[in-house]
């Protein structure tokens, strides 16, 4: 139920761009207006939620580590897994980042017959999420051809690299064939799984739908019904020169452009509301991004209240006399 | 807020990536005026209409290299009914002869780099 509505989300999406392509201001809306309106969305979204995030205190490091702690010398300590310098820390946020390692351990468990409890590796989420997010930059890298003129070489070098093998025209590009593979996996590694269908929401149906959309369109306008790309250069390099293009311009893109600008500016304004917002939010794992040296080093709680102490030093001072008096022993005569 | 440098100063980086295009146009000077390739030919028609021209001559290229080199098919009928050599060095080059203004002006605005040129030799000198 949650992915057919999640579903018939985008498809109403898809309708409003097809049906709003139709007429000149209605292009207009879509194709500079709701583009700015998405972009500030996104720019003022993130920054607020990553603000929001760095106001919660964390006040202990949160020691979940996947390696041996340092701690005597002649203990061979884990540098990434459970790193106790900044170095370190920095090496493990880069392989959280660049190569997933944390879903590179995830693991299945299974009820076999017998009944028996089994648990096994489980890379293909691994897999299937780091082809796409690779995929996805190198599209969104290439995108800047788009934006900018003259187009910066290691824009062309992505473009060329993706498509190195040059088979067929216009030369299809890798991550084309590898995003829409992936997402394809993505979908079905939760609509066929009964457990996981159980705890998927259509927050995780909807970016899936989504960015496949934007992707279908993308590859849709490549390859089949193709479109005025240089009409669709100005119109790009007119938003970010906040100069935008006029309707003889527009009138030359046609209408299923108007649906992937549509879709990717829903996307932006979706981003920093939903689990998107991962893109920032990786950055600030308190399990990742924080050394393990509470051994070494004093963590004081930001929330403590300062209490106020009365010490014995101090008890002893108020009541040395009748201490004395009454023979007890001093601390300090 | 905690940790108000890191953050702060991995915003301000956000920001800048996020808009980089702004920037860079503005430095280079980039404008919505879209290239404007040359046609110096006195021929009033291309082989297929402007629109088709414009968004799939690399499709027509690319069935003319097919059934040339694979088909021994080599005359094209327009419309009209009149006949061309499936040739992109006698045809359309006879026409278009100015590669460096007519086919590179929307090339490079693109960053489209056909390989037409790796088996052609490229026109000297760019417009005759």
Same mark, same amino acid.
């Given at each position: ?13 898809? +309708? ?218 100005? +119109? ?98 | ?102 086919? =590179? ?7 489209? =780099? ?15």
């Amino acid at each position: 139920m949650r992915a057919v509505f999640s579903l018939a989300v985008v498809i109403i999406l898809v +309708l409003i761009a097809q049906v709003g392509a139709g007429s000149a201001g209605m292009r207009y809306l879509l194709g500079v207006i709701i583009p700015y309106i998405a972009m500030a969305v996104f720019l003022i979204g993130m920054v607020y939620r990553v603000i929001k995030w760095a106001r919660s205190p964390v006040p202990f490091r949160i020691p979940v580590t996947c390696g041996q702690e340092k701690s005597l010398p002649w203990i061979k300590s884990s540098k990434l897994d459970n790193p106790h310098t900044t170095l370190g820390v920095i090496g493990r946020m880069a392989l959280e980042i660049l190569c997933f390692r944390s879903l590179f351990r995830n693991t299945k468990t299974e009820l076999r017959k017998g009944p028996t409890l089994t648990y096994g590796s489980s890379k293909y989420l691994w897999l299937g999420a780091l082809v796409f997010h690779w995929s996805f930059l190198i599209i969104f890298i290439r995108h800047f051809k788009y934006f900018t003129e003259p187009i910066p070489s290691f824009v062309l070098l992505a473009q060329n690299l993706d498509g190195f093998f040059q088979v067929g025209l216009p030369i299809v590009y890798i991550t084309d064939i590898l995003i829409l593979v992936a997402l394809t996996y993505l979908l079905f590694r939760r609509l066929l799984d009964a457990k996981l269908r159980y705890i998927s929401l259509a927050g995780d149906y909807i970016p899936l739908f989504l960015i496949g959309g934007i992707a279908v369109t993308g590859v849709l306008m490549r390859y089949f019904t193709k479109t005025d790309i240089v009409a669709v250069k100005q +119109l790009a390099i007119g938003l970010v020169t906040f100069s935008p293009v006029g309707a003889d311009v527009l009138g030359q893109i046609s209408s299923i452009f108007f649906i992937h600008i549509f879709l990717v500016s829903v996307l932006f304004i979706y981003f920093p509301f939903s689990k998107l917002v991962h893109l920032g939010g990786v950055f600030l794992s308190p399990t990742r991004n924080l050394a393990n040296n509470n051994r070494m080093e004093r963590h004081v709680n930001p929330w403590d209240y300062p209490v106020k102490v009365h010490t014995y030093e101090e008890w002893e001072d108020e009541f040395r006399d009748v201490m004395k008096a009454a023979g007890l022993p001093l601390d300090k005569e | 807020m905690y940790d108000s440098g890191k953050i702060i100063s991995g915003l301000i980086i956000f920001l800048i990536i996020a808009t980089a295009p702004i920037w860079y146009t503005a430095a280079s000077g980039g404008t919505t005026k879209g290239p404007e390739p040359e046609i110096i030919t006195t021929e009033k028609q291309c082989v297929r209409d402007t629109d088709y021209m414009r968004h799939d001559h690399m499709e027509l290229l690319n069935e003319w290299r097919d059934q040339v080199v694979r088909g021994d098919d080599r005359v094209y009928t327009t419309a009209s009914g009149r006949k061309f050599e499936k040739s992109l060095s006698n045809t359309c080059m006879s026409c278009h002869p100015n590669k460096s203004e007519f086919c =590179d002006r929307c090339h490079n605005y693109m960053g489209v =780099d056909p390989y037409c040129w790796s088996c052609h030799i490229e026109p000297k000198g760019g417009s005759r």
